[in-house]
């Protein structure tokens, strides 16, 4: 039990208090004991490695969780919080890590879901009413997204406005200042994206408390008045921004010294302009990008920025055959790739982090190993059969080797907290020993800094390893550090190349120039 | 099944059962139409008469469930004194059910569906196979159909399960009474399924095909004949249309009383659910010895009786006379051998 | 590197400790057997002379072809899909093996099984590459089938005068086994052995439960479905010898009752009908569990109306029991 | 409407014309009269399914759940079984009866959390079993003139079947587009676990979409013995698949949360139009099923053709 929070305790009772909060899962206790309290008015960080509890205490905070012990008292009265209602009751609201909209409604009608009052009378819809009802929500957040339109058809950032407009919503429901949670919300933004986001948290905590998690160490540190830090299940310190810079809040993350360098840009091996390019791209068109051209050499790491529609995702897709290219060709040293499906591309060595690891990443209810395996089958059989104690040597080497936080093998990598997911579906493609490129889609998105750290290791081992990476960023500081050369691609094309050697690697500034 | 042991003797055994060892099994498609319910109420009513209780199994038309079951009850031991009365649901399935019967040494009686190769005489203890002359009873309401139409016009035929031997003789039947009858034209012939349902949609259709071309409808049973009538009532043109029908169901008795249906075939559903119990009872305890039952008794046409106008008062009332079920009566509406 | 942080995830020991499934993952798999005894049970109360050797032998054997047929199933409905058809396909392979029998003699059942798995593979082809639901595909097949059944049958059933050739699906091995159990046991244990032992089974597992994520790992994922498809064929097709060989004839409609049952020992068996989670020896015991409920019931006596209403509540209470909701995240 | 829409009512189109051009009875108005007439039951059971179908769960009680109406209204209004001369009393109890069985179907979903697929199944031998218990060897056929005059009454050249049916569209349509109830059925079918984390609680509403399915399937049974004259246990018969056929021909996909009933209405009509063209243009009775299959399949693929793409996700 760390005695920070009761040290800083005012007059005036905290909006939310949380103290001694347990919850155990088999093999795990994700949270052993937690402390914190949130103050009006105030945008409290919560910073901590991948499974450190981060989620699991902001989903007992909106009665997704039933606390195992502890209590959590709102302005100074205990409460039990059954369900998101009881919380929303108790003006606590939640934006989730992954996103929370039905598709196929109005934004409206996501706004005001679940809250209608005014919007259904005698269960009619009153859409007039309903639109109304949405576009005060909007207005408070200075959006100018039309509220009947069908939410499927909003970009990632619109949507992630209509969550923190739908959020907001309970305010209607407390006449104190309600707490708005938000879950690693900008590790799916891009750069301009998480500018406006910030200035709406700046705006919310005039009239409310906000509770934000990132990984992103620089952001918290911008946004937050305090931060959290929690380790293994436990709040283990404060911190005030002021007196504090990223290197320290690492050191209490993790409990040990801070890797000096972050990308290990020493390790990176410059890679010679005359050898021979392994991945050939020439005038690949498909229906978001046109005429691509692109090199990546063995041991190269080449990163692709651009925002939004920049198409470099699917561009990135359709190198592993995920999508239908209409022209153009690709030589993976010198012989043509087919461009048939992912299978083909597996087959010719080529291996794909997509971004969207929930969906398209990871099989959530198989286990760690199976999911582990799941590409390269060849390293659990003999001949055509299955062994099992070559898939567990396997898969153990890999769990501690990437140190993956979980309890098993079998363990169903649905349980695995979002960063050691990733892990595994990262080492997916490495159990093999045979991947020749790497097409890695946000291969960080949602891991913490060690992990990303390990990461990044591991992109250098492989480069070292001559094996060509193509990196879709979460960051341009991420791009520029890890990369090689930088390939900016904006509406569809490739528009600059600008090289990053370890020395003289470019300023961030300068990309966004080229981007916009 | 109930293994060799039993079926012990010569060809066609003769039974001594003690009366009151005796189970009686009636089987039919299912309870949920007036026919076959009527059936099997036959046979409880005889069942009655020698202080017994029949035992009543339906198979949802099922063909593979109605082997499940036979098997099943004669896989349950008692078979020596066992007395199955069973309408097979299709010429296929009579097959498996004599095998199995023979083999656990029950009595069996079937109706109206068995594959013509198969016969009861090569059996010990398949002692009859009941049925009736479908091309009659086809060419029969055909008959009464024409002279209802005038001796002209057009009609449209509703066909059965396509894949049984009821429909095709029913209609082999028609098609014989067509023959003979020059004046009347086959406009078209459509499958009904047996269904109400089915034949009120399909005769809808036809009328808005054929439009006053059509002044007859014959059914190859009396649901369809009765959705047919539905049809025309719907259409506004009940009354100008004759219908015939087989199977005498309720519905259809009211309606040929009431004049608007011509005519029905009965083959008298609660006889047929009571006689194959009396003989295979009869046989069980002894009272009718093999030796006695003529070759042609074995596989034989059971009469069926034309219902018009004129006699439906006759078959308003469904029942049983007990004297059918004495054992020296029992064969006594044999209308002649299976062809 | 991160190091683990102090007594959380980390368990005692290294990750090489495999946390298997639970003591209740373990119960609910036991569920089908369990449901299965209380209902023979159940009906031993009734009738006493039910737990008689030739009677239980009798379910067994009635219950064998339903197996063959649902089994092949399983493996679609594993894949995330569904086989609508196979009955009917069932039904068309009866009338072909009557019709070929004559001619080919004992090659006459592995050709419609062969024709049979053809079929399916067709029908799988066609849900893969025009992307079009396998409920519809089937839907269409089933009907498409049984016209063809009723066209090359001429609408009659065809009887079968020598049955030599396949007589060894209707006969008792050890004394008194049913042979077409035996056949049972042992195309289930084949699936069994040829998904567990290969690679099959996380690539079937993984295209049920996710097909997004398993096309993006690269596993075959079209292939695995067409191959299912044509397995769930071919065992239809051999249901239909099984069927064949006790009824002495094949016919247009022979097995078309079979479809829902089917359905019902799959999901009974506690396949989830969502796919991914299951497996065909389930579909054994599933398929056991429903011939009790479709024979049983009424040769025990219970009365025609009664026997339907004890059906439907039975059938779903038994899948209430075997369901592993830890497995199936939203049930629909 | 989305492309997904488009494709079903465009194969419709095709297929009118074509038979057009084949049969001449098939303009006539009489024939469209019948047409409609004929689609009317399926049109309003499939109103039921659809509803069901958006929520991503599956229906087949309709098969029971009408025999077990059909059996009731039968037996309430004036029939030839007893004295009852209930009237539109007793068409409401049937459709009650079908709204308590529907009901039944969702609570077990909602409460064992078993797969409709199961429960729907269940549900329906359930109402079989009833109706067989009601029908008790007599069919009871329906003197009931108001009732009776459901099936052989018109109004502008319509039977009053056909306007109950597309007053059940109109209504239907209404509480997809405009009620909490409806809406709430897209979205759940849409993301379930979303409206969990938005605190509303699905369940309550699963089990009002399945008692409105019954409703209708209940509906749908009264017309059908009004159609037929007497209460009938097949009432029924394949009602199940016909509807979920037609709903998915017409664009309301199995996955939940796509389509909505006007879509699923053209694949009534599609149906319908096959079934009775096919007739008119005097295809052999064994085949009639086999070209509707084949028609069925190619009109779905058609409608997913625009839509597709790699890595698509089809079950
Ligand atoms: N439903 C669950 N079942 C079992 N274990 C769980 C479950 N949810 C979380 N855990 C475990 O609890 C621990 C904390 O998970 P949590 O998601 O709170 O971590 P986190 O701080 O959010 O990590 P990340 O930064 O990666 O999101 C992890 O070890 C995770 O494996
Ligand atoms: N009366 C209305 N006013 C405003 N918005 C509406 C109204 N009715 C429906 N909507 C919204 O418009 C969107 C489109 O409606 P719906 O979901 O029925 O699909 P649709 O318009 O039928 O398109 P599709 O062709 O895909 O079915 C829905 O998200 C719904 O929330
Ligand atoms: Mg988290
Ligand atoms: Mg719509």
């Not at chain 1, 200075?142 to 959020?167: C, H, N, W, Y």
């Not at chain 1, 990476?469 to 791009?479: G, I, M, P, V, Y």
Request: hydrophobic share 50%; with cysteine; charged share 15%.
């Amino acid at each position: 039990m760390s005695a920070h929070p009761r040290a800083a305790v005012r007059p005036a009772p905290p909006v939310l208090e949380v103290r001694g909060l347990v919850k155990a899962y088999p093999g795990v206790r994700a949270l052993d004991g937690v402390d914190l309290q949130v103050r009006r008015n105030e945008v409290l960080g919560l910073a901590g490695e991948n499974g450190a509890g981060k989620s699991t205490l902001l989903k007992a905070l909106v009665g997704l969780v039933r606390p195992d012990a502890g209590e959590i008292r709102v302005r100074g009265e205990r409460v039990r919080l059954r369900s998101v209602q009881d919380a929303a009751d108790h003006g606590i609201g939640m934006v989730f890590q992954e996103q929370s909209l039905v598709g196929n409604l109005t934004a409206a009608e996501n706004i005001v879901l679940g809250s209608e009052g005014p919007g259904v009378r005698h269960g009619f819809y009153r859409w007039a009413t309903m639109r109304r009802l949405a576009q005060e929500q909007l207005d408070k957040i200075g959006s100018t997204i039309d509220p009947l339109a069908r939410t499927d058809s909003l970009t990632f950032a619109e949507r992630q406005m209509v969550e923190i407009a739908k959020v907001l919503r309970i305010e209607q429901r407390t006449h104190d200042t309600p707490v708005v949670i938000l879950d690693e919300p900008t590790s799916v933004l891009e750069p301009g994206e998480i500018e406006t986001l910030f200035e709406q948290v700046r705006r919310l905590r005039e009239f409310a408390s906000v509770v934000f998690v990132s990984h992103r160490l620089d952001e918290v540190l911008d946004v937050c008045d305090r931060v959290y830090v929690l380790r293994g299940g436990r709040a283990v310190g404060e911190i005030r921004p002021a007196e504090a810079e990223p290197g320290r809040l690492h050191r209490m993350m993790i409990g040990s010294t801070a890797a000096e360098d972050h990308y290990h840009g020493g390790a990176a091996t410059p890679v010679p302009p005359t050898r021979e390019p392994l991945l050939t791209v020439r005038g690949l068109t498909g229906t978001t990008f046109r005429d691509v051209d692109l090199d990546v050499r063995a041991g190269e790491i080449v990163a692709v920025v651009g925002v939004h529609g920049s198409g470099r995702e699917e561009l990135c897709r359709a190198l592993f055959g995920a999508v239908a290219t209409s022209a153009g060709e690709v030589l993976l040293d010198g012989r043509k790739l087919a461009l048939t499906g992912p299978r083909a591309a597996c087959a010719a060595g080529v291996g794909y982090v997509p971004a969207e690891r929930k969906i398209e990443g990871m099989v959530g209810p198989m286990s760690v190993a199976d999911n582990m395996t799941l590409a390269k089958q060849g390293v659990r059989c003999a001949g055509p059969v299955v062994v099992p104690r070559r898939q567990a040597a396997v898969v153990d080497r890999w769990i501690s080797r990437l140190s993956i936080r979980t309890p098993g093998r079998r363990t169903a990598i649905g349980r695995l907290s979002g960063g050691n997911q990733q892990k595994v579906v990262l080492a997916r493609w490495l159990v093999g020993g045979d991947v020749r490129l790497l097409l890695l889609d946000h291969p960080t998105r949602g891991l913490d800094v060690g992990a990303r750290s390990e990461v990044y290791r591991l992109m250098r081992e492989l480069a070292g390893n001559g094996v060509a990476t193509l990196l879709l960023a979460d960051s341009l500081e991420e791009a520029i550090g890890m990369a090689d050369r930088v390939v900016v691609m904006s509406d569809g094309r490739v528009t600059t190349e600008v090289p990053c050697p370890a020395g003289g690697k470019p300023s961030p500034l300068d990309l966004v120039k080229e981007m916009v | 099944g109930g293994g060799p042991e039993a079926g012990a003797g010569g060809s066609a055994d003769t039974g001594t059962c003690d009366p009151a060892d005796i189970t009686l099994v009636g089987q039919v498609r299912n309870e949920s139409n007036p026919y076959e319910a009527s059936w099997l109420d036959g046979g409880d009513t005889f069942a009655a008469s020698v202080g017994l209780q029949q035992q009543r199994l339906t198979y949802d038309g099922e063909s593979t469930k109605q082997q499940e079951q036979i098997r099943q009850l004669l896989a349950s031991g008692r078979t020596e004194c066992m007395v199955l009365n069973v309408l097979p649901n299709g010429d296929s399935d009579t097959t498996p059910i004599v095998r199995a019967a023979d083999a656990a040494g029950a009595y069996l009686v079937t109706q109206w569906n068995k594959p013509a190769q198969l016969q009861p005489r090569d059996y010990d203890r398949w002692i009859s196979h009941i049925t009736y002359d479908g091309v009659e009873s086809g060419e029969q309401i055909a008959g009464s159909l024409f002279e209802a139409m005038g001796g002209s016009g057009g009609v449209i035929a509703l066909q059965g399960v396509l894949d049984t031997a009821a429909a095709k003789d029913r209609f082999a039947g028609l098609e014989k009474a067509l023959a003979a009858n020059p004046g009347i034209t086959l406009l078209d012939q459509q499958s009904a399924n047996f269904s109400r349902a089915e034949a009120l949609t399909v005769t809808e259709t036809l009328l808005t095909k054929h439009g006053d071309q059509v002044t007859g409808i014959w059914a190859a049973n009396d649901d369809m004949a009765l959705g047919a009538l539905q049809a025309l009532e719907q259409a506004g043109r009940a009354g100008q249309v004759a219908v015939v029908g087989i199977d005498a169901v309720p519905d259809a008795l009211t309606a040929i009383g009431e004049s608007r249906m011509t005519a029905t075939v009965s083959s008298d559903g609660p006889w047929q659910g009571g006689i194959g119990l009396a003989i295979g009872y009869c046989v069980a305890t002894g009272e009718l010895d093999m030796a006695d039952v003529a070759a042609e008794q074995r596989a034989f046409y059971a009469e069926q009786f034309l219902i018009t106008k004129d006699n439906v008062s006759e078959f308003q009332d469904p029942g049983t006379d007990p004297a059918d079920f004495e054992c020296a009566n029992v064969f006594n509406r044999t209308a002649g051998p299976l062809a | 590197m991160s190091t683990p942080a102090a007594g959380t995830a980390e368990p005692s020991g290294s990750a090489a400790v495999a946390a298997g499934p639970t003591a209740t993952e373990r119960l609910t798999s036991l569920m089908p057997v369990l449901a299965l005894a209380v209902l023979v049970v159940a009906l031993a109360a009734v009738d006493p002379d039910f737990l008689r050797r030739s009677s239980l032998m009798a379910v067994v054997d009635a219950a064998a072809p339903l197996a063959v047929l649902a089994a092949g199933a399983t493996l679609v409905v594993l894949c995330g899909g569904i086989d609508l058809s196979i009955a009917a396909l069932a039904s068309l392979s009866s009338v072909l093996l009557a019709l070929w029998l004559p001619g080919l003699d004992a090659l006459a059942w592995p050709a419609v099984v062969a024709a049979a798995a053809v079929a399916g593979a067709l029908q799988g082809a066609a849900h893969v590459f025009l992307r079009i639901p396998s409920f519809i595909v089937t839907l269409g097949g089933m009907s498409i089938f049984s016209s063809i059944a009723l066209v090359v049958s001429g609408a009659a059933t065809v009887p079968v005068d020598d049955d030599t050739s396949i007589r060894w699906g209707f006969t008792r091995v050890l004394g008194s086994v049913p042979s077409a159990a035996v056949v049972a046991v042992a195309v289930v244990a084949a699936l069994a052995l040829l998904v567990t032992l290969t690679p099959l089974d996380s690539a079937i597992k993984a295209t049920g439960y996710s097909e997004a994520a398993a096309r993006l790992a690269g596993v075959p994922v079209d292939l695995v479905k067409v191959g299912a498809f044509a397995v769930s064929g071919a065992c239809a097709g051999l249901a239909a010898v099984l069927l064949v060989a006790r009824t002495f004839s094949g016919g247009p409609t022979l097995a078309d009752s079979l479809l829902l049952p089917a359905v019902a020992a799959i999901v009974v068996g506690g396949t989830a009908i969502t796919g991914g989670h299951g497996g065909v020896w389930r579909t054994l015991v599933g398929a056991l569990v429903v011939t009790l409920l479709r024979v049983g019931l009424s040769t025990v006596g219970v009365s025609a109306a009664y026997e339907s209403i004890l059906y439907g509540a039975i059938i779903v209470v038994a899948v209430a029991l075997t369901l592993d909701r830890s497995k199936v995240l939203v049930v629909k | 409407m989305s492309v997904g829409a488009a494709g079903p009512l465009i194969t419709l189109v095709v297929v009118v014309v074509v038979f057009a051009a084949l049969a001449p009875q098939f303009r006539t108005p009489g024939n469209i009269a019948n047409i409609l007439d004929a689609a009317a039951v399926l049109a309003v059971v499939t109103c039921g399914t659809t509803f069901v179908l958006l929520l991503g769960s599956i229906d087949l009680s309709a098969a029971g759940v009408m025999a077990a109406s059909s059996l009731t209204v039968a037996l309430l209004v004036e029939n030839t079984r007893n004295g009852a001369d209930h009237g539109l009393l007793g068409i409401v109890v049937a459709v009650l009866l079908g709204a308590a069985l529907g009901g039944l179907s969702g609570l077990l979903l909602v409460l064992l959390r078993v797969p409709s697929f199961m429960t729907t199944l269940g549900v329906s031998a359930v109402g079989l079993g009833i109706a067989t218990l009601l029908f008790a060897g007599v069919q009871p056929g329906v003197v009931d003139a108001g009732l009776r005059g459901w099936a052989t009454g018109r109004f502008l050249g319509f039977t009053h079947l056909t306007w109950i049916a597309a007053a059940c569209v109109l209504v239907g349509w209404v509480v997809q587009r405009h009620t909490r109830l409806g809406r709430y059925a897209m979205a759940i079918g849409g993301g379930e676990e979303v409206l969990a984390l938005s605190g509303v609680r699905v369940a309550p509403y699963k089990v009002a979409v399945f008692t409105m399915a019954g409703a209708f399937y209940g509906l749908g049974a009264v017309m059908v013995t009004s159609q037929l004259g007497s209460g009938v246990v097949q009432a029924g018969a394949d009602y199940s698949f016909s509807a979920i056929t037609a709903a998915v021909v017409g664009g309301t996909l199995l996955v939940g949360g796509r389509g909505g009933v006007l879509h699923s209405t053209v694949g009534v009509l599609l149906l319908t139009v096959l079934a009775n063209g096919l007739v008119l243009v005097g295809v052999s009775p064994y085949v009639q099923g086999g070209v509707q299959g084949l028609i069925v399949v190619v009109a779905v693929a058609a409608a997913a053709a625009p839509l597709r793409h790699r890595n698509q996700v089809v079950k």
